[in-house]
């Protein structure tokens, strides 16, 4: 089980009440497919992406970052049993998807880069440090089925 201090538990609630979904998850799963080009091979049916513009413009790279957005809003409202609340979708993704677990770091660093962005020098390194922690934790419980 993970320990988590107060303020880790605070900033990563307040981070995830006050972010906008909409904006912050398709732009975090656009930069990982353009600067990752090889995580779109999961993403075949979403039509074009073959530049950034088709990327950043696709209607379904968008929706399922809401949707990604949203699957991480469930390891905040749970962070004392994240890798129960995480179970289905480990078995989702290593075992219907074959989803390589290393794309979920590549996506948390990028969704790292836009909420620096967004947020901008309210981003301290201490708000990060409780950002970089809760993702990683998500991370391990999401690759838990790999092992």
């Known amino acids: 089980m993970v320990e988590w201090t107060e303020f880790e538990r605070t900033t990563i609630t307040s981070i995830f009440a006050q972010i906008d979904y909409d904006n912050v998850g398709p732009k975090a799963l656009s930069r990982t497919l353009v600067v990752y080009p090889w995580t779109q091979r999961y993403f075949g049916n979403f ?80 708000i990060q440090g409780a950002c970089q922690k809760f993702l990683n934790v998500v991370m391990s419980a999401l690759g838990r089925q790999y092992h």
């Open 47 to 126: 039509g074009n992406l073959y530049n950034a513009a088709a990327i950043e413009g696709n209607k379904m790279v968008a929706a399922h970052g809401v949707v990604v957005i949203h699957g991480l809003e469930r390891g905040w409202k749970n962070m004392d049993n994240i890798r129960e609340t995480y179970s289905e979708l480990s078995h989702l993704h290593s075992e219907k998807l074959h989803v390589d677990p290393d794309n979920f770091k590549l996506f948390a660093d990028c969704l790292i880069i836009v909420l620096a962005a967004e947020m901008g020098s309210a981003f301290t390194a201490e």
